[in-house]
């Protein structure tokens, strides 16, 4: 896994600026951050293995919540399952869950943001242990140079080339051009991470 530091030494020399003459660290690393942040969304929208966790939960004896912040990286939802029956709770929308009546031992769930819990209907009535599955928070607004790249370093090479060419056209970037470079980016990471993903763009693209 190599810090961003090491991106932004291959991204200058792909550019033609290893003298530093045009582009500041700081610029750079700018652009690497939204190129994380768009890579993300993809990441999450299409489902993308590499990108998703999971953490064990035990709930309490009576008690029809557990806090969700305990999970302290959780960001997106995937799905909650019991470890004993392996089977999958049902998730509740706001709806489901204010018309639910009566309920067996976790039927039910739902995500009370604002509370900051995961409720639980009907109530469980001893320990049990659950595994929540979930994509972690990717949020690079506090990133340095120093900071290691997230995914394990999967996606490096395909943000460098995003980086590289958006520094490259940056005087010419309009709203269409902006489009097609992140439509692009969602090709490179589909094409190689989802095989059987559907070819988003014409051409050979920028990789």
């Given at each position: 896994m190599a810090a961003i530091s090491a991106l932004i030494t291959e991204i200058r020399t792909d550019i033609s600026d290893d003298d530093s003459t045009r582009f500041s660290d700081t610029q750079i690393l700018n652009v690497i951050k939204k190129a994380i942040r768009r890579a993300n969304r993809i990441v999450q929208r299409n489902g993308l293995q590499f990108g998703k966790k999971k953490?064990?939960?035990?709930?309490?004896?009576?008690?029809?919540?557990l806090t969700l912040s305990d999970v302290t990286d959780f960001d997106v939802l995937i799905g909650l399952w019991r470890d004993d029956t392996h089977e999958k709770l049902k998730l509740a929308t706001e709806d489901e869950w204010e018309r639910i009546i009566s309920a067996d031992e976790l039927d039910y769930y739902h995500l009370d943001y604002a509370n900051d819990k995961i409720e639980f209907n009907g109530t469980p009535s001893s320990a049990i242990a659950l595994t929540l599955h979930y994509y972690p928070t990717i949020d690079?607004?506090?990133?340095?140079?120093?900071?290691?790249?997230?995914?394990?370093?999967?996606l490096d090479d395909i943000?460098?080339?995003y980086v590289g060419v958006r520094l490259k056209t940056i005087d010419e970037m309009d709203v269409s051009y902006d489009t097609k470079l992140l439509t692009d980016l969602e090709s490179q990471i589909l094409q190689s991470y989802m095989p059987n993903a559907p070819q988003m763009v014409e051409g050979s693209g920028w990789l």
């Open positions: 953490a064990s939960l035990t709930t309490t004896a009576n008690q029809a919540y690079p607004s506090a990133y340095t140079t120093a900071t290691t790249m997230p995914w394990a370093g999967r943000v460098m080339e």
